[in-house]
């Protein structure tokens, strides 16, 4: 005897992301539904008939592209019987988005000279989901700051993030080589006199991540 088995997939959205693409099926219970999202998100519902609901097995594949042209699209899917998790999936690519807070702290920022400083910091990111380095530079002026997005991979690998700075401080030219940033890490403190970047806890602002890290050039120490 057949059972009609409601199942649903909830698509999570946020600002970063354009389209969401999931191909949705059900064994031979359903017919395959190609269905699109935004960065809102939404949700689609549909209903199985089987004979019996443990053994019928649901899957996903969904590419997601997002608002940043330097992104890579990625792909990713999943497996799962009714009673492990088939019946209502949930996927939250927003939850692979995370962000670094780059800042520039400055003791002279009041004198005449300082009104020429100035750093331009560099970011590459790279990672097995990303089909190319992701390469980002923002002008920082004393006592701004900016709060850079990256994406880490759905599937659990490591990114690397590399940072790099070079501009003039105090009237005269000074760079950092690239290095290597601890994402495990809070705070990234960045100093332009002894070229070390040392690591230390930091905070989260007001939710809107989950993790923060941040990058702080201190030219005055």
């Not at 750093?119 to 790279?126: D, F, H, K, R």
């Not at 002008?139 to 701004?144: K, M, V």
């Not at 990234?188 to 070229?195: G, I, Y």
Request: include cysteine; aromatic fraction near 4%; charged fraction near 15%.
């Amino acid at each position: 005897m057949q059972m009609s088995v409601p199942i649903s997939i909830s698509v999570q959205g946020h600002p970063l992301i354009q389209t969401i693409a999931v191909s949705w099926s059900a064994d031979d219970s359903m017919v395959p539904q190609a269905l699109l999202f935004g960065s809102d998100g939404g949700t689609a519902e549909a209903t199985l008939l089987c004979e019996d609901p443990e053994q019928v097995i649901v899957h996903y594949h969904a590419r997601v592209s997002f608002t940043l042209p330097e992104w890579s699209v990625i792909e990713t899917q999943a497996v799962a019987t009714l009673v492990e998790g088939g019946q209502h999936f949930i996927l939250d690519p927003g939850a692979w988005i995370d962000s670094l807070l780059v800042q520039f702290q400055s003791k002279r920022h009041n004198t005449p000279k300082a009104e020429l400083d100035h750093l331009v910091v560099n970011l590459t990111w790279q990672g097995v989901h990303l089909s190319n380095p992701v390469r980002q530079a923002i002008r920082l002026t004393p006592s701004t700051s900016a709060l850079i997005p990256y994406i880490n991979d759905p599937g659990g690998s490591n990114i690397e993030a590399t940072c790099s700075t070079f501009g003039k401080i105090n009237g005269r030219l000074v760079q950092v080589s690239a290095q290597v940033l601890d994402l495990t890490r809070r705070t990234v403190l960045l100093d332009h006199a002894s070229c070390q970047l040392i690591m230390r806890p930091g905070t989260d602002q007001d939710g809107i991540v989950s993790h923060i890290q941040g990058v702080i050039v201190n030219p005055n120490q």
